[in-house]
């Protein structure tokens, strides 16, 4: 089955600059490569997704990279504000394996 | 306007009572889903019903047992409540499989005195 790792677990950066986050994954079937977003209290919501026939999206200021050899795919957030501060979860999806969400990486905007 | 609406958001309970949580969805999905996510803050999947039909049934104890009376809602009834049950349980929805975006309600959390 899929075997999902998220680094780093936790990630505290300036306000202003960059966050990157990586996702790595073991079932090379997987074709959809999602990101979800968990503030303090709140509901997971879904921020950026991609597929497996596209290496790059970009959605403002958060942007998702794939690299199927490797197996992995960051999730990349410019110019970081408060409002950033949450737990980001990937969740790649493969038809052959089960539902699996990272384990999480919880990011802090320092002003 | 809730897209994906679960009651109760709070609750409280004594050991080896039980209890349910509701969920409804008005997007049209045809998919849904239960998560539980502990203190730890993992989330993991416990069911999924596609038009009322069990496809995915994680290991979970059968102490719980998921309940699809119409695809636009998904019950969850869990008997003899233990300590390790508590936690925020999620429910969610989406077009189509795990290949599709998830919307989720907005919890339920539930403790166990």
């Known amino acids: 089955g899929e075997n999902v790792e998220q680094h780093p677990s936790t990630l505290s950066v300036q306000e202003g600059d960059s966050a990157v986050i990586k996702c790595t994954y073991s079932?090379?079937?997987?074709?959809?490569f999602p990101w979800y977003k968990q503030e303090l209290g709140k509901r997971p919501q879904l921020i950026i997704d991609?597929?497996?026939?596209?290496g790059e999206k970009k959605d403002q200021r958060i942007a998702v990279t794939l690299n199927k050899t490797a197996k992995h795919f960051s999730l990349h957030i410019t110019e970081t504000q408060p409002e950033d501060s949450a737990v980001y979860f990937c969740a790649p999806y493969s038809s052959a394996s089960k539902i699996i969400f990272g384990s999480g990486t919880r990011l802090s905007i320092r002003p | 306007d809730t897209a994906v609406s679960q009651t109760p958001k709070y609750l409280v309970t004594q050991m080896g009572n039980d209890k349910s949580i509701k969920c409804e969805q008005n997007?049209?999905?045809?998919?849904m889903y239960w998560y539980k996510q502990d203190s730890k803050k993992f989330l993991k999947i416990m069911f999924s019903?596609?038009?009322?039909?069990?496809?995915i049934n994680e290991t979970v104890p059968n102490r719980f047992s998921p309940k699809s009376p119409d695809k636009a809602h998904l019950n969850l009834h869990i008997n003899s409540l233990e300590l390790g049950d508590s936690a925020v349980y999620f429910c969610?929805?989406?077009?189509?499989?795990?290949?599709?975006?998830?919307?989720f309600g907005d919890g339920t959390r539930l403790s166990i005195l």
């Open positions: 969610a929805s989406s077009q189509g499989g795990g290949n599709q975006p998830q919307h």
């Open positions: 997007l049209g999905h045809d998919t």
């Open positions: 019903y596609n038009n009322k039909e069990l496809i």
């Open positions: 991609i597929r497996s026939n596209v």
């Open positions: 079932d090379s079937a997987s074709n959809y």
